[in-house]
């Protein structure tokens, strides 16, 4: 756990410590994607030993995907659903609208002591966030403030993060502005992309949650302000971000492709054809070179070797600015199914001097 000051307590007449023990609290849980339904799965699984109540799940409606553009489900309602758990699904809680006043009505009926949010997607305004006696309390996959905003796992890996980490807050109408409950960290390894930080993080995240559920008043009392100097905002991710642009570095361009795999992936063009760049090996500084950016200056069985642009650094150790390289070891082509650098070395596919570029190429 990282430490963290105390700032403001919440501002509310009740107290847990008021409570008798054996009154389980009324949780609402809010969440959508698989990185809450890991989180809502363990909520169930521990009630008991939290001596918490889980007595609605609020998630998104659900939204036609697929090529069958069919009605799919949440991976928080499907969780729900197993475990007989009430579902709600407001398409919006503000107060201008019917719809909004209809859903503020429905979470007051609940009766919450606390609503615990994790990548719901919806925006709770002031008037939801004051519904539970004990507020709402947000799984944020960031150690903020470093990371605020809709991507935090994502732009950690592009930015090139040592670390990251989960951290509980208090929400308030802010983006990811409120104060800070538990801080718990992690490395991020050389082979973590977006999927497997995801991964550990949404494990990390329920973790973090039973801790502080299990006394809630003492994190509450201990809440820390973040220092908004420190703040950096994650922006959705757009596909157009996929794109690879060779005269980058070598280390920027390995940190997009680990910090866009599963989606949107970084891509390349090659004859005019997309080529997804799968993996690729971690940059190795002592492999330089004058070719321009883009070209494939070999390829080999273990990965085909591409020039990159220059790289800051790699500029140390050198009078001027190095280009350096990049190793590719997986790839798809456009229709064609995932290959190793040897598969497109035996497919004769690729061959040295070829050149990778821009779709505007």
């Known amino acids: ?29 809010a969440g959508t994607p698989e990185f809450a339904a890991v989180s809502l799965e363990s909520l169930i ?19 036609k995907a697929g090529r069958g553009q069919k009605l799919a489900t949440s991976a928080v309602k499907q969780v729900a659903l197993a475990h007989d758990i009430v579902v709600e699904q407001p398409p919006t809680f503000k107060k201008s609208s019917t719809e909004g006043m209809a859903a503020r009505q429905t979470l007051h009926s609940y009766q919450p002591d606390v609503m615990i949010v994790a990548a719901y997607g919806l925006i709770l305004p002031a008037g939801v966030l004051t519904i539970p006696t004990y507020g709402c309390l947000n799984i944020h996959a960031s150690l903020l403030p470093r990371w605020r905003g809709a991507a935090p796992i994502h732009r950690a ?10 951290t509980i807050m208090q929400m308030d109408q802010g983006l990811d502005t409120g104060d800070m409950l538990y801080k718990v960290s992690a490395p991020i390894t050389a082979d973590d992309t977006a999927a497997s930080l995801h991964d550990k993080m949404a494990t990390l995240g329920a973790d973090a949650i039973g801790t502080v559920l299990k006394d809630l008043a003492h994190y509450q009392a201990q809440a820390a302000a973040q220092d908004d100097s420190q703040a950096n905002y994650a922006e959705k ?12 570095s070598a280390t920027m361009i390995e940190r997009q492709i680990r910090g866009l795999t599963p989606w949107p992936g970084a891509y390349t063009f090659f004859n005019g054809q997309r080529v997804k760049i ?10 330089q070179t004058e070719l321009p950016a883009g070209t494939i200056i070999s390829v080999g069985r273990k990965a085909i070797l591409v020039a990159c642009g220059k790289d800051d650094s790699l500029a ?8 350096g390289t990049l190793a590719i070891t997986h790839l798809q082509f456009a229709g064609g199914k995932p290959m190793t650098a040897e598969q497109v070395c035996h497919g004769n596919q690729l061959n040295d001097g070829d050149q990778f570029t821009k779709e505007s190429n």
Not at 45 to 63: H, S
């Open 1 to 29: 756990m990282t430490t963290i000051a105390p700032a403001s307590k919440l501002s509310s007449s009740s107290s847990l410590a008021d409570t008798t023990s054996s009154t389980p609290l009324r949780v609402v849980f």
């Open 45 to 63: 699984a521990q009630q008991q030993a939290l001596n918490i109540e889980i007595v609605a799940v609020y998630t998104q409606p659900d939204r």
């Open 157 to 166: 890996l592009l930015a090139g993060d040592s670390e990251t980490g989960i």
């Open 237 to 248: 991710l757009v596909k157009t971000e996929g794109e690879i642009d060779w005269a980058q």
């Open 278 to 287: 799968l993996a690729s090996l971690p940059v190795n500084p002592s492999q």
């Open 316 to 323: 140390a150790s050198h009078t001027e600015q190095a280009s």
